[in-house]
């Protein structure tokens, strides 16, 4: 029998935030998306930021707007893709000490 793995929540959230991520770039970078990948992202996405909203810190909220907004305008959906673009530039301003350029591009 397999011992039983036990993570507290905060390593559970990070866990899931990771996989999460790599799963949205994973798809955005699939040139053959389906419309079931394109929702796969956007849930995704969501789900990826509430998770670093719960461990991460701005950064990590700043970043989760930034997948948001990418997958949005990938998708071609441009309400949404620029409401969380301006929260990843609110969140860009206000965690600015502790963003690299590429997270300012």
């Known amino acids: ?34 419309r079931t990948d394109n929702e796969m992202m956007v849930h995704a996405s969501h789900a990826s930021l509430y998770r670093w909203l719960q461990v991460g810190t701005g950064l990590h909220h700043q970043r989760g707007e930034w997948l948001i907004a990418c997958v949005f305008t990938v998708i071609g959906v441009a309400g949404p893709a620029l409401r969380h673009a301006e929260r990843c530039l609110e969140s860009t301003n206000e965690f600015a000490s502790t963003t690299r350029d590429s997270d300012r591009a």
Do not use: C, I, S
């Open 1 to 34: 029998m397999e011992a039983k793995q036990t993570h507290t929540l905060q390593e559970a959230h990070e866990y899931f935030g990771k996989t999460l991520t790599g799963k949205v770039r994973e798809l955005l970078e699939r040139p053959d998306r389906t």
